[in-house]
Nanobody, 123 residues
């Protein structure tokens, strides 16, 4: 079983940047997992943000973050990143990373989840 720990959240002004990290431990070799980032606000369903395949060759983004967010991974460090630029107040949410066997945008397909890191964007 893989454990995931997110970090890097915080409070930032609109237009600013943050880089989220998700460190994995345990389970299979990290490169065997596709990794996803999701976000959630109170009262709403968990929303897909970005996903990356185990070797980094396949990447998916939600339309709402294309051109602003970049997902990447360092398999030597067992870590996946989410670089967020041009942040908007509507990006405010609890951000989660998740692990799965294949790249998918459906949160129900992910087997492992971190606890989340809060991102707050002020206007």
């Amino acid at each position: 079983q893989v454990q995931l720990v997110e970090s890097g959240g915080g409070l930032v002004q609109a237009g600013g940047s943050l880089r989220l990290s998700c460190a994995a431990s345990g389970g299979r070799t990290f490169s065997s997992y596709a990794m996803g980032w999701f976000r959630q606000t109170p009262g709403k369903e968990r929303e897909f943000v970005a996903a990356i395949s185990g070797n980094g060759g396949t990447i998916r983004y939600a339309d709402s973050v294309k051109g602003r967010f970049t997902i990447s991974r360092d398999n030597a460090k067992n870590t996946v990143y989410l670089q967020m630029n041009g942040l908007k107040p509507e990006d405010t949410a609890l951000y989660y990373c998740a692990a799965n066997a294949v790249v998918t945008t459906n949160p129900w397909h992910y087997d492992y989840w971190g606890q989340g890191t809060q991102v707050t964007v002020s206007s």
